[in-house]
């Protein structure tokens, strides 16, 4: 009997590596199964990149299984070697602390909790800090061999280089994770990113050697790539964060409808619940009238509902609208720093406040002649509105908020002008 959310999975392209294909089949058509998986608290918020394992767990909830979701409060400490060339930076307990809190909240965006079948958020510090030297050498350490280590990817790619015994201990602590919510909840199945192969299968492998015939599975989703081979989740500003402090809702809204037409079916896939014969809709829409981005625009309206709810989303399509249109008017300080991020940022003097002046001081014209011809063209905006008077003041009036300037030059180059 095929699985539905399996068949679901695989129709996305979701599924990339599974430890046994017909056991994780079996076991989901016969029970409501409990799976996990799980982040550690490298940084205060998730960015989009941590998204699709977490994603794909929800899937699983929305077919009736119970997800663990588990933060690393104690693998934090230590730092996971996979996919990594060099040493992570330690951090400090408190820091961790911090970590976790943040991301905790996070993950009551992404799955419902609450109830008796509701996802459950779980820290391994709880039971890693419980651990003495001496336990974890004899009850663990003592079934894994260090050939099976040395065979995994995480270990061989760090030897030419180093790797500390703090890092080479990562994956038996994952491995334990496995063991321990396998036992305390009946978790049958871990999910996690491609990179989280060896560790997952290092927990299967812990508990067949500690406990005998243990019933767990694995399964792993594919590493996100760009058509054009670009990493995924970076925008020219840095990481596209879930925290709305770090990455505004109108950035995070801006980085998916600028998605290409080679990526967007799949990102529509892998990131939204919208179901087959909608995303088909979108695909044909995609292919007949491609200018009218309909695809893009359903990515990025249910990506960013999803995370940052329907208000925030509302609030960056009118922001987009504004910008596009050029009414600069109709925004709020905070809203234009969000718009004009990645612009130029420059520095006009108190004293300047002819027009013609401002633009060669800040470098927005070249010189005063070709100031004057660019007002006089009509090609200078001042926050939105064309100005084409050389003889013109700028006043504390075209200071937004009393904060800065913008200016555009021409159709698309704008600038924002603080003050010194």
């Keep these: 009997m095929t699985n539905a959310l399996l068949e679901d999975l695989k129709w996305r392209g979701l599924i990339y590596q599974q430890t ?28 989009i990149g941590h998204l699709l394992p977490f994603l794909t767990l929800r899937r699983f909830q929305e ?33 961790v602390e911090l970590n976790v809190q943040g991301i905790s909240e996070q993950m009551h965006k992404i799955f419902e909790f609450g109830t008796d079948k509701g996802a459950k958020l779980v820290n391994n510090k709880d039971w890693l800090s419980q651990i003495s030297l001496i336990d974890f050498l004899r009850d663990y350490g003592k079934h894994v061999g260090v050939n099976y280590m040395l065979g ?16 080479f201990t990562y994956t038996i602590l994952q491995a334990i994770d496995f063991g321990h919510l396998n036992n305390t909840y009946n978790c049958k199945v871990q999910v996690g990113g491609s990179d989280q192969w060896g560790n997952i299968t290092s927990g299967i492998e812990l508990m067949r050697r500690m406990y005998g015939q243990t019933e767990a599975y694995g399964l792993t989703i594919p590493l996100v790539v760009k058509s054009d081979g670009k990493k995924f989740g970076k925008s020219e500003g840095g990481s596209v964060w879930l925290d709305a402090k770090k990455t505004s809702p109108y950035e995070f809204y801006q980085f998916w409808i600028n998605t290409t037409d080679d990526d967007v079916i799949k990102f529509l896939k892998y990131f939204t619940f919208l179901e087959k014969e909608e995303i088909e809709a979108l695909e044909k829409s995609l292919n007949e009238a491609p200018h009218l981005r309909e695809a893009q625009k359903a990515l990025a309206e249910n990506v960013t509902r999803f995370i940052h709810g329907q208000a925030a989303l509302d609030d960056s399509i009118r922001i987009s609208k504004a910008l596009f249109a050029g009414d600069l ?3 709020s300080a905070t809203e234009l720093k969000a718009g004009f991020k990645d612009v130029p940022q420059v520095e006009l003097s108190n004293e300047t406040t002819n027009i013609v002046e401002a633009i060669v001081e800040t470098g927005i014209s070249s010189s005063k002649r070709q100031a004057r011809e ?47």
């Design 329 to 331: 008017q109709s925004l």
């Design 152 to 167: 995994k990817d995480s270990i061989q790619s760090r030897l030419e280089f180093g790797i500390s015994f703090t890092e």
């Design 20 to 47: 046994d294909e017909s056991g994780i089949e079996n076991v989901l058509n016969k029970e409501q199964v409990t799976l996990y998986c799980g982040a550690d608290p490298t940084a205060d918020s998730l960015h």
């Design 63 to 95: 077919h009736g299984h119970r997800p663990l979701v588990l933060i690393g409060g104690g693998t934090g400490m230590i730092g996971d070697p996979s996919g990594k060339s060099e040493e992570r930076v330690l951090q400090t307990e408190e820091q």
């Design 374 to 420: 660019d007002v006089n063209n009509g090609a200078i905006y001042i926050n939105g509105i064309r100005q084409q008077d050389v003889k013109y003041e700028l006043t504390g009036d075209d200071r937004i908020e009393n904060e800065f300037t913008i200016i555009r030059r021409g159709k698309k180059k704008y600038f924002m002008v603080n003050y010194k």
